[in-house]
């Protein structure tokens, strides 16, 4: 493929966010350039849900339906790499990548995920994404009336509780040696009969990444055929701050109503910017920032 010098929009992070935000400015004829390096953060999850049309789908087939379709409009390219570095110019931005290629555009645009944070938990990590859950809305459903864990403490434990309450009974918190809960969040465990386990968790049995059981610092071990673990997290991606963009107290990319950062000329959309991570909130960010990069290179034209 032969590339331009300059685009009117770079986007990093050719995923879900990236693809649909490329779409929205490739249907008003702006130059595109996805950037994309091949590791979104679902990669390990064999089915994709709570997003209409495509429930029950795989994450790749989607997105390389998704990526066909984006790349049928004539503005749109794809690039296949990291990007490394980042730099603002006087005519607006500059992209290299891990093997010193160098592009340069009015506008960016970054769809570019975030990385989960495991806990060394031996099997943990094989059974991401296929057992081991981070949302009921994207993944209970299927786990409905199984024996369930959730690996968490605090006011997360207690939020991924009440919901995973609406999917089945059979639920017990492992703290993993976490923090310990309020006398009031303890009697609302127990109202819902929903035990806790505080010692450290040292281990997941599992077959081919399902869950079979727990297994403690003690040597005791909990069956279970899912888990809902609430995990840390990082960007996948440092440039945005590297140009100055703030964060969220969160961690997130901090963006307004319309995905724009707080540095003119930058957007962001997907998992970066919010605790929502699902494909139809990174579909709906992304197309949202498309069109207000479309505008802002509209608006500058009269």
């Given at each position: ?13 050719g995923?879900?966010?990236?693809l ?5 400015l490739?249907?008003l004829?702006?130059?595109?350039l996805?950037l ?14 709570n997003?209409?049309t ?7 087939a989607?997105?390389t ?8 409009y ?5 690039y ?14 500059e992209?290299?990548?891990a093997?010193q ?10 769809a570019?995920?975030?990385?989960d ?6 099997g ?15 993944h209970g ?10 690996l ?5 434990a ?18 993993h040696?976490?923090?310990?809960f ?11 009969n929903?035990?806790i386990?505080?010692?450290k ?7 081919n ?16 055929e899912?888990v ?6 990082e960007?996948?991606?440092?440039i ?7 964060q ?12 724009k950062?707080?540095?003119?000329g930058v957007?962001?959309c997907?998992d970066?910017t ?14 949202m ?14």
């Amino acid at each position: 493929m032969t590339y331009k010098e300059k685009y009117d929009v770079i986007i990093v992070g050719g995923s879900y966010a990236g693809l649909s935000a490329a779409m929205a400015l490739g249907r008003l004829l702006k130059s595109v350039l996805l950037l994309d390096s091949g590791l979104p953060c679902n990669r390990q999850t064999p089915y994709s849900h709570n997003f209409i049309t495509q429930d029950g789908q795989t994450p790749a087939a989607i997105s390389t339906k998704a990526k066909e379709q984006v790349l049928a409009y004539k503005t749109v390219s794809f690039y296949q790499g990291l990007a490394l570095s980042g730099r603002q110019t006087p005519e607006g931005f500059e992209i290299t990548t891990a093997t010193q290629d160098v592009f340069s555009s009015k506008k960016l645009i970054f769809a570019t995920g975030i990385k989960d944070k495991l806990p060394a938990i031996i099997g943990l990590s094989t059974c991401w994404g296929i057992s081991v859950i981070h949302c009921p809305y994207c993944h209970g459903y299927e786990f409905q009336n199984k024996r369930t864990a959730i690996l968490a403490h605090s006011d997360k434990a207690l939020h991924l509780a009440s919901l995973v309450k609406n999917l089945t009974p059979n639920i017990t918190i492992a703290t993993h040696g976490g923090t310990a809960f309020t006398q009031e969040q303890r009697i609302k465990l127990e109202q819902n009969n929903i035990a806790i386990i505080e010692e450290k968790v040292i281990g997941v049995e599992h077959d081919n990444g399902y869950v079979q059981s727990i297994v403690f610092q003690d040597h005791s071990k909990l069956a279970v055929e899912a888990v809902y673990a609430a995990v840390p997290f990082e960007q996948h991606c440092g440039i945005p701050f590297d140009l100055g963009c703030e964060q969220t107290e969160s961690g997130h990319i901090k963006v307004d109503a319309f995905q724009k950062t707080t540095i003119e000329g930058v957007y962001a959309c997907g998992d970066n910017t919010t605790l929502f991570r699902s494909i139809a909130a990174a579909v709906a960010s992304g197309s949202m920032a498309g069109a207000m990069v479309v505008k802002e290179l509209t608006d500058a034209l009269f």
